[in-house]
């Protein structure tokens, strides 16, 4: 069974970095798509960023193009999400998730989050 876990979250001022970052267990990532979703309070879960099985491809949330960079690392099971400037409003539970066939489609497996909480 495929397992993902993230971390990396925490609370950080406006204009400050994280680094997130998400191991799958149970399978083999290279066989997966990976993106990240994020969700705030009182709202729904968004996507944020996205990344090929090769990583050769990057698609990105378009108020975090820019500030926000995700990479894969398939030899050691993980991916990342560099974010950076970050914001008030990026603010949320981040998720990990991987895709089977099709980026676009919904995701086979979720983590269960990591949250970052930026203050101003």
């Known amino acids: 069974q495929v397992h993902l876990v993230e971390s990396g979250g925490g609370s950080v001022q406006t204009g400050d970095s994280l680094r997130l970052s998400c191991v799958l267990t149970g399978g083999n990532i290279g066989e997966y798509g990976m993106s990240w979703f994020r969700q705030a309070p009182g709202q729904e879960r968004e996507f944020v960023a996205a990344?090929?099985?090769?990583?050769?491809?990057?698609y990105y949330e378009d108020s975090v193009e820019g500030r926000f960079s995700i990479s894969r690392d398939n030899a050691r099971s993980t991916v990342s999400l560099q974010m950076d400037s970050l914001k008030p409003e990026d603010s949320a539970v981040y998720y990990c998730?991987?895709?089977?066939?099709?980026?676009?489609?919904?995701?086979?497996?979720w983590g269960k989050g990591t949250l970052v909480t930026v203050s101003s």
């Open positions: 990344i090929g099985w090769s990583g050769g491809r990057q």
């Open positions: 998730a991987a895709h089977s066939t099709d980026l676009n489609a919904d995701p086979d497996y």
